[in-house]
């Protein structure tokens, strides 16, 4: 089944990890996912770093994991920036042999220290070319409800995202955010651009300090007023920040689904207890939107 296809039958919950660092053995990354096993999430991304070659090896070998051990679809992230053709061709091919055929192709975060390869500028020439030679593959992509820091506006953005949904993706997942009323003006936005294609909401629980600065800085998403006085008031109380994090991200995911959002895709950061705590408090309500669905 297509990810795409989900969509149809559910409200759709996904994962996403990263595969272990250098310091970090692949033992890690199993136990972080079988701890999100049980959440029964309906895929689970492995997130891919822009540079290195070393790096496609472990993101396909955690892929390998969800898909053939744990049994749950799983979606490689394939940034192109800093990959020539024949890089791209290996990491498919490498998929294609474990039965991996869904893959979020991107860009990639650019690197000082790195000269582009010249192959892929942007992502929708990498879905053209993923899409024309490989068309068994399903190609997700990315989104942003506040704009990609790069654009000049909201115009420019959503054409280039147009370029990515002609180009052959069929499948958006969000960029995080904090403030739910900018994601449903984006979600207007595509309906008035014409793009019709399940779009995902990201939602990142902080639960602490230099996360969440961290991520204000490398994606440029605002902070909200109602989060900064949570930081301010927490910062110093790391159960307290926690406990406020995991509040934040259940209050924003509940308010999705009740506005019918088409899937939430959680940032879990390799933390299984968070999204456990975060699946436990918002199950029921994503089990309700399942039943007005099928009816
Ligand atoms: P693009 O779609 O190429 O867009 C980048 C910028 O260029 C935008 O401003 C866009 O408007 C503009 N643009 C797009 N197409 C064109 C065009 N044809 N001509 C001119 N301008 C254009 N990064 C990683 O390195 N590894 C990951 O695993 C990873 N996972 C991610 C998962 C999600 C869900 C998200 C939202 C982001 C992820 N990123 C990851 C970060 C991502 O690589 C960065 O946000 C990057 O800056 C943009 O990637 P993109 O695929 O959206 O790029």
């Known amino acids: 089944m297509e990810i795409n296809d989900l969509f149809k039958e559910k409200t759709v919950f996904s994962l996403e990890v990263f595969p272990p660092s250098k310091t970090n053995s692949i033992n890690s990354i199993i136990k972080t996912l079988e701890g999100l096993k049980d ?3 309906d895929f689970i991304s492995v997130t891919l770093g822009s540079g290195g070659v070393r790096k496609d090896e472990k993101t396909i070998a955690v892929a390998d994991i969800i898909q053939n051990h744990l049994n749950i679809p799983a979606i490689a992230h394939v ?9 791209v061709d290996s990491i498919i091919q490498n998929l294609n042999r474990i039965n991996v055929k869904s893959i ?3 860009r990639g975060d650019r690197m000082d220290s790195l000269e ?7 992502a929708n020439e990498l879905i053209r070319y993923v899409h024309k030679r490989y068309p068994d593959f399903d190609i997700s992509s990315a989104c942003y409800p506040e704009c990609h820091q790069e654009s000049t506006g909201f115009v ?5 995202l147009k370029l990515k949904i002609n180009a052959g993706s069929n499948h958006l997942i969000s960029q995080l955010f904090f403030d739910n009323q900018h994601f449903y003006d984006f979600q207007e936005k595509l309906k008035l651009s014409g793009i019709n294609v399940p779009l995902e909401a ?9 996360q969440i600065e961290k991520i204000a800085e490398v994606s440029g998403v605002p902070v909200p007023e109602k989060f900064q006085n949570m930081l301010k008031k927490y910062e110093n109380n790391k159960e307290a920040l926690k406990e406020a994090g995991i509040a934040y991200a259940v209050d924003q995911i509940i308010d999705l689904l009740a506005h019918g959002v088409d899937g939430i895709h959680l940032y879990t950061m390799n933390n299984p207890d968070v999204a456990r705590r975060i699946w436990d408090a918002t199950k029921y309500a994503f089990k309700a939107n399942q039943v007005q669905k099928v009816k």
């Not at 420019?156 to 280039?160: F, G, K, M």
């Not at 990201?202 to 230099?210: A, F, Q, S, T």
């Open 39 to 41: 959440l029964k999430p």
């Open 79 to 87: 940034p192109g920036l800093y990959k020539s053709r024949n890089e």
């Open 104 to 106: 979020l192709a991107l």
């Open 116 to 122: 582009p390869k010249g192959d892929f500028f942007h």
């Open 156 to 160: 420019e953005d959503i054409n280039n």
């Open 202 to 210: 990201g939602i990142m629980p902080c639960i602490n300090k230099k």
